[in-house]
């Protein structure tokens, strides 16, 4: 079990960036699949896979609404994963999560372990 801890987030102008970080405590997060989820506030919202990082770097998937704008990536020495979020749009407002998994290429929420306190990420003008 880790402990994760976001940063991050805010409110942004539509176009706009942010980066959101996740510190992985605990553990070491080059041996860990992370992934990034959102979720919109509100009775059946269902957490949205964003993208995920897997274990080692060997591999990313990134959800289609998000490809060519969203990257993730880590920092080893720091044991910090990211999410670069650019060109953002109003409907990329919710709050966003950090997981991690053991499972390779982990797709859906109910294989990741342990997971951040979430940060909003709100796409206004």
């Known amino acids: 079990q880790v402990q994760l801890i976001q940063s991050g987030g805010g409110l942004v102008q539509p176009g706009g960036s942010l980066r959101l970080s996740c510190e992985v405590s605990?553990?070491?997060?080059?041996?860990?699949?992370m992934g990034w989820f959102r979720q919109v506030p509100g009775p059946g919202q269902d957490r949205e896979l964003v993208?995920?990082?897997?274990?080692?770097?060997?591999?990313?998937y990134i959800a289609d609404f998000a490809e060519g704008r969203f990257t993730i990536s880590t920092d080893n020495d720091k044991n910090m994963v990211y999410l670069q979020m650019n060109s953002l749009r109003p409907e990329d407002t919710a709050v966003y999560y950090c997981?991690?998994?053991?499972?390779?290429?982990?797709?859906?929420?109910?294989?990741?372990?342990?997971w951040g306190q979430g940060t909003q990420v709100t796409v206004s003008s």
């Open positions: 997981a991690s998994s053991t499972v390779n290429m982990a797709y859906r929420d109910w294989h990741y372990d342990d």
């Open positions: 605990g553990g070491t997060v080059s041996t860990y699949t």
């Open positions: 993208g995920v990082l897997n274990r080692g770097g060997d591999k990313t």
